[in-house]
């Protein structure tokens, strides 16, 4: 049961969107039609408001080295205005959660982007494991404070800039400014969960209004929209790609190993990463030849055997084919191997290709 509305949660509910309950939140899930929100995302530009992901700040004279100990990536690449990909793991080297990190521009603290719900156990980790090692950091849970918004799409670079009051169109991926529009401060970062160039905004959450508006030209999109453009990019989703309980994978079986960065001293799970660099299971992505949708606990066989199951799956209006994330066996995961897809009374069949569908299609 949804517990957490978004500060324009009202506003949405007059515009007349659909919600649905994530993480706990009640968030838009479509506002027009998934398709398209969909399509303008792809083809112009489209905002999300994502005020339900988590935003947590750390600070002080260790917070570089909380982070390191915590994440999977090193922070301490980072310069004051940078954005990082990582993993959260347990200490079996069990994905917990991913998270954008971003090493604010004044070079004061780290602001990180846990998935929706997920707020408080980050902050209790972290909390936790500063007093452990003696650690001096302030981990403050910010979520409730500020909104967040997504602008994407091929013209998403040139409509936030025209509402901002800097230069921002220099700004390279994953890197961030800080900004106002419409008068309210905000940091504008070249991050995003769309397969699209765009920005991610996070602000006070008293100017979600403001801010809001001043893109009321732009499609606005939900949750829905977000989940088949990010699928067809090959981005996981927390808690259906991997969960440390119902789907627990590690950062080499997710295909994420691009963001452990090994030759660090120590982080939680490193130990247990030193032999799994080469998975028995691994993420593949998979096309169908035939009709039907691939949908999340559908079995993959190979020769009516079951060797591995669908984790998220969609028709691709980009791509205009079914295209399904999910793990098989190693021994099964090279592109080009021929599998099927079990959907209800029969098996559709289907092939091995790229995860990364959207790079593919434009290739």
């Not at 968030?27 to 039609?33: A, C, G, I, L």
């Not at 988590?54 to 600070?59: D, F, L, Q, R």
């Not at 004051?80 to 521009?105: K, M, S």
């Not at 670079?157 to 991926?173: N, T, Y």
């Amino acid at each position: 049961m949804s517990t957490r509305k978004p500060p324009l949660y009202e506003k949405h509910s007059q515009s007349g969107a659909d919600f649905t309950d994530f993480g706990g939140w009640d968030m838009p899930v479509s506002f027009d039609s998934i398709t398209t929100e969909h399509a303008a995302v792809r083809d112009s530009v489209g905002i999300f408001d994502v005020s339900h992901m988590g935003e947590v700040t750390v600070s002080g004279p260790d917070a570089a080295e909380l982070m390191n100990r915590l994440t999977t990536n090193d922070v301490t690449a980072l310069d004051p205005g940078d954005a990082q990909y990582a993993c959260i793991l347990n200490e079996d080297g069990i994905i917990i959660d991913d998270t954008v990190i971003y090493f604010r521009p004044d070079g004061e603290e780290y602001l990180f982007v846990p998935n929706a719900g997920n707020d408080e156990m980050m902050v209790d980790r972290w909390t936790d494991h500063a007093t452990a090692h003696d650690l001096d950091a302030t981990v403050l849970n910010r979520t409730d404070e500020l909104g967040m918004f997504a602008v994407q799409g091929p013209d998403a670079v040139e409509r936030v800039q025209a509402a901002a009051a800097d230069p921002l169109d220099d700004i390279s991926q994953f890197s961030a400014r800080e900004t106002t529009i419409d008068g309210a401060d905000c940091l504008a970062a070249r991050t995003g969960y769309t397969g699209e160039g765009g920005f991610e905004l996070i602000f006070d959450a008293d100017d979600s209004e403001a801010i809001w508006d001043a893109f009321d030209d732009v499609q606005p999109c939900g949750l829905g929209a977000r989940d088949t453009l990010r699928l067809e990019a090959g981005l996981l989703l927390s808690g259906q790609d991997f969960h440390p309980e119902d789907e627990p994978r590690t950062p080499y079986e997710a295909r994420l190993g691009f963001v452990v960065d090994d030759s660090k001293s120590f982080f939680v799970g490193q130990e247990a990463l030193r032999d799994a660099d080469d998975p028995d299971e691994l993420l593949v992505g998979i096309e169908l030849q035939e009709r039907g949708i691939p949908r999340h606990g559908y079995s993959i066989l190979h020769d009516g055997e079951q060797v591995g199951h669908v984790t998220s799956g969609t028709m691709s209006s980009t791509l205009e084919e079914p295209i399904a994330l999910g793990y098989v066996d190693a021994e099964y995961a090279d592109e080009g191997t021929s599998l099927g897809v079990e959907i209800r009374d029969r098996t559709a069949a289907a092939t091995v290709v790229s995860h990364r569908f959207l790079q593919e299609h434009r290739a």
